[in-house]
Every structure is written in structure tokens, then in C-alpha cells.
């Protein structure tokens, strides 16, 4: 992934090196504007998805059971198959859904669990959000959401995985947070993606024609 600077600043003595080995250091996503070798640096922006479990959900792999954000793609496989991506988004709601142990039925989920409230979860033959088990079961409620960084497990095809027992769905690769991780354009492109997404998902998104992103 490059970064994007503002066209205003002479990148030149910039160590990209050092920027590319620093992308997943929290100061980027928690401060946002970043002082490099005397220039202002500019990350790209956090897209927002519906569909994502916090850090440190234990998920099943075939090599064991690890935290969402620890999932290596180049040597961790789900069933056999190769996981293309763990996106990194954030969310637009206010709280997620803690399922507490045994809270739909004996063992599942067998302990407490968090996602956000449009995550699907395999439930009576069906794939059922997790906000609509709200008021139907005991143990299962909103809590705050701070705006962590949320995680979901992109497949070459939608799937499903075990998330503390829970069958939950895997992120579509038709969804646009999908297409964001897996395509060709360049990272300009892709933020102003991620800035009509985001908009979309706050509900602010106008669609007119004369919209200022020209995509493609």
C-alpha cells in the first residue's frame, strides 16, 4: 500500500522505507496527521464497514486458534482454503453486540463475544444479524463502541467461520471494503473509495452529478 502526501509538500527526503514498515503503528490511526523528516504526512483514510469482530476474537484456522488481528495470509488457511485479506475498518454505530457464554443456546458461544450489530450468525438454518437476537435472548446487549479498529476475514469466496463457536459469516467478495483490499487501483483512487463508502455509510452520501469524485 503507498501512502498518500499532500501534493503541496516535496516528498523527495521522505523514507518511504520507514513508512511502509511503520503501517500498522497505532500513531497513524489514532493521531492521523504525522510529522516525517520535516513534512506533514497524510495516511489514508480508515474506510467504515457493518460487518466486523474487535481485536483478540479467537478464530479457528487450521493451524489453531488465533486473534483475528494476529492472522497471517501468507501461512494461515480456514478449512483448506486461503484467506485473501484481514480488512481493517472501523464502525459507524455507537456500540456492538456482546453475546455472553451460552447466550442462544448451550456452547454457543461457548464465551463472550463481540461483533458489530450487521455481523450474520449461522442460527436455526439461517444467517440472522446479530443486533436482531437483541431482546429475544438473555445475556445478549449493546456495549459502547470506541472506535477501535474492527477486523473481518476476506475468502476468494463468502464463507463462514468459527468464531468462538458461533458460525459467522465471512466479508462478501462483492462488498466494497472487499474491493478496496483485492483490486489494481491506485491508493488515490482507493481513497476516494473509501471516502464516498464512508459517506454512504453515515447516511451523508448525495448522489448527483456533480459529485467532486470522479472514479473512474
Do not use: W
Not at 456452547?107 to 463472550?112: D, G, I, K, L
Not at 450474520?120 to 445478549?140: C, P, R, S, T, V
Not at 479498529?149 to 468462538?164: A, G, H, R, S
Request: aromatic fraction near 12%; charged fraction near 20%; hydrophobic fraction near 35%.
Amino acid at each position: 500500500m503507498n501512502f498518500v502526501f499532500d501534493e503541496d509538500f516535496n516528498n523527495d527526503n521522505i523514507d518511504e522505507d520507514f513508512i511502509n514498515s511503520n503501517l500498522n503503528n497505532n500513531i497513524y490511526d489514532n493521531i492521523g496527521i504525522t510529522l516525517l523528516g520535516g513534512k506533514i504526512f497524510f495516511p489514508p483514510p480508515i474506510p467504515i464497514s457493518n460487518i466486523c469482530f474487535p481485536a483478540n476474537t479467537p478464530i479457528i484456522i487450521d493451524q489453531g486458534i488465533i486473534h483475528i488481528e494476529k492472522i497471517n495470509t501468507k501461512i494461515h488457511t480456514i478449512r483448506g482454503n486461503k484467506i485473501i485479506a484481514i480488512t481493517k475498518t472501523i464502525s459507524k454505530e455507537k456500540y456492538l453486540v456482546c453475546f455472553e457464554k451460552h447466550s442462544i443456546k448451550f456452547n454457543y458461544p461457548n464465551r463472550r463475544t463481540y461483533m458489530s450489530k450487521e455481523h450474520k450468525i449461522y442460527y436455526n438454518g439461517k444467517l440472522i444479524e446479530a443486533y436482531k437476537f437483541i431482546g429475544h435472548f438473555d445475556n445478549i446487549t449493546k456495549i459502547h463502541y470506541n472506535g477501535d479498529i474492527l477486523y473481518n476475514i476476506l475468502m476468494e469466496k463468502y464463507d463462514t467461520i468459527n468464531v468462538n463457536n458461533l458460525i459467522c459469516e465471512t466479508l462478501h467478495p462483492n462488498n466494497i471494503i472487499a474491493k478496496l483490499f483485492t483490486s489494481n487501483l491506485s491508493q488515490e483512487y482507493k481513497n476516494k473509495l473509501i471516502i464516498i463508502n464512508n459517506s454512504i455509510m453515515k447516511k451523508e452520501y448525495k448522489s448527483n452529478k456533480k459529485s467532486r469524485f470522479n472514479i473512474f
